[in-house]
């Protein structure tokens, strides 16, 4: 689910954060630039786990900030193929479901990956599977155990510019990363089908 | 901003668990009419992460007790990403056990799997599953008396 991932990078440290130690005003600045942000390819930053090398610090002219070089290692979300994550049902529509792990919503399981027998019910508003008999209700904020099929990277800088007034802009982008899940395995689905 | 190495390791839930704690213990301790204003996007994060990662096994683990299922789950042929699910999911049924293990059935009889299960069981000891006797239930979902 987390990995840690090598960056480098310039970082400024403002001479209100002088009187912190060199390190923690370092990382207090890399999860200030980083944190639960998504770096293309990379995944979804969390928090630094711990700095490599620290380069002396310099002042340009006409500043009055530490530029400061810095190698650190990041914990990064970044499930692998085939990864087995639990997650909620946020939403369900006839299209599939979508997953959220609170710190990150962007999950989709498209219909063709529910277990066979499953249909959406549009009077209930949730997806149904009927097994043997049974009917299995995927209520939504039910936890869920669904397995990765795919990371989607999409490389949405720079932003586009803003064509005619405010009120066009668009409510939502796609997301920059994004997991497509399945649920079609043994020990897959809600939770509670398999306890 | 360079990327050095994409993936210089995996690393577990409960790895990143102590380091989101470790965060937020400074920033409770540090005084409310200090200065020290921490952004919005970290403290968003460690607050969805951190209530995400309290409600998993990780929450009640040890270093003492990962180090110990790994030693003990060591002679098996088992890949570093399937011990690493292993210590994250702590499968406590076959079921389980057969999502993170590829080709099981192949690979380990149906003793050695039940020998996992049992070591992660006593290796690992997380709250509620313990007292779950797999006692009657009606597909409701209600106890039967």
């Given at each position: 689910?987390?990995?840690?991932v090598?960056?480098?990078?310039?970082?400024?440290i403002e001479?209100?954060?002088f009187r912190?130690?060199?390190?923690?005003?370092?990382?207090?600045?890399?999860?200030?630039?980083?944190s639960n942000?998504?770096?293309?390819d990379i995944?979804?930053?969390?928090?630094?786990?711990?700095?490599?090398?620290?380069?002396e610090g310099?002042?340009?002219?006409?500043?009055?900030?530490?530029?400061?070089?810095?190698k650190f290692r990041?914990i990064?979300?970044?499930?692998?193929r085939d990864?087995?994550?639990?997650?909620r049902v946020?939403?369900?529509?006839?299209?599939?479901i979508e997953?959220?792990?609170?710190?990150?919503?962007d999950?989709?399981?498209?219909?063709?990956?529910?277990p066979?027998g499953?249909e959406?019910?549009?009077?209930?508003?949730?997806?149904?599977?009927?097994y043997e008999g049974n009917?299995l209700?995927?209520?939504?904020?039910?936890?869920i155990?669904?397995?990765?099929?795919?990371?989607?990277?999409?490389?949405?800088?720079p932003?586009?510019?803003?064509?005619?007034?405010?009120d066009?802009?668009?409510a939502?982008?796609?997301p920059?990363f994004?997991?497509?899940?399945?649920?079609?395995?043994?020990g897959?689905?809600?939770m509670?089908?398999w306890e | 901003?360079?990327?050095?190495?994409?993936?210089?390791a995996?690393i577990?839930?409960?790895?990143a668990?102590?380091v989101?704690?470790?965060?937020?213990e400074?920033?409770?301790?540090?005084?409310?009419?200090s200065q020290?204003?921490?952004s919005?996007?970290?403290?968003?994060?460690?607050?969805?992460a951190?209530?995400y990662?309290n409600n998993t096994?990780?929450?009640?683990?040890?270093a003492?007790q990962?180090?110990?299922?790994k030693?003990?789950?060591?002679?098996l042929?088992?890949?570093?990403?399937?011990?690493?699910?292993?210590?994250n999911?702590?499968?406590?049924?076959?079921?389980?056990l057969?999502?993170?293990?590829?080709?099981c059935?192949?690979r380990?009889?149906?003793?050695?799997?039940?020998?996992i299960?049992?070591?992660?069981?006593?290796?690992?000891?997380?709250?509620?599953?313990?007292?779950?006797?797999?006692g009657?239930?009606?597909?409701?979902g209600?106890v039967v008396?």
């Amino acid at each position: 689910m987390f990995v840690l991932v090598v960056l480098r990078d310039t970082l400024k440290i403002e001479p209100a954060e002088f009187r912190k130690t060199r390190e923690q005003a370092l990382k207090d600045e890399i999860n200030r630039k980083y944190s639960n942000r998504v770096l293309h390819d990379i995944g979804l930053c969390m928090l630094v786990h711990d700095l490599l090398e620290i380069d002396e610090g310099f002042v340009q002219h006409s500043e009055g900030w530490i530029w400061v070089k810095v190698k650190f290692r990041m914990i990064v979300f970044r499930p692998f193929r085939d990864e087995v994550l639990v997650g909620r049902v946020r939403s369900a529509s006839p299209v599939g479901i979508e997953v959220s792990m609170g710190f990150f919503d962007d999950i989709s399981i498209p219909a063709n990956q529910m277990p066979v027998g499953s249909e959406f019910d549009g009077s209930e508003g949730v997806w149904v599977w009927r097994y043997e008999g049974n009917e299995l209700f995927m209520d939504l904020d039910e936890p869920i155990r669904f397995r990765v099929l795919d990371t989607v990277f999409l490389d949405v800088s720079p932003p586009r510019p803003v064509v005619g007034d405010a009120d066009s802009v668009p409510a939502s982008y796609p997301p920059p990363f994004s997991l497509i899940g399945t649920v079609v395995d043994d020990g897959l689905g809600l939770m509670s089908w398999w306890e | 901003m360079e990327v050095v190495d994409r993936q210089a390791a995996l690393i577990s839930n409960y790895e990143a668990l102590l380091v989101l704690r470790e965060e937020d213990e400074r920033h409770k301790e540090s005084r409310p009419r200090s200065q020290t204003k921490y952004s919005e996007n970290v403290t968003t994060l460690m607050f969805e992460a951190l209530e995400y990662l309290n409600n998993t096994p990780c929450s009640s683990q040890s270093a003492d007790q990962i180090i110990a299922l790994k030693q003990q789950l060591g002679g098996l042929d088992l890949t570093k990403a399937e011990i690493m699910q292993i210590i994250n999911h702590r499968p406590k049924s076959l079921v389980e056990l057969h999502l993170i293990v590829e080709e099981c059935d192949e690979r380990f009889s149906v003793e050695e799997l039940e020998r996992i299960v049992e070591t992660i069981l006593e290796t690992l000891p997380y709250g509620e599953a313990e007292n779950d006797d797999g006692g009657d239930q009606n597909s409701d979902g209600m106890v039967v008396e």
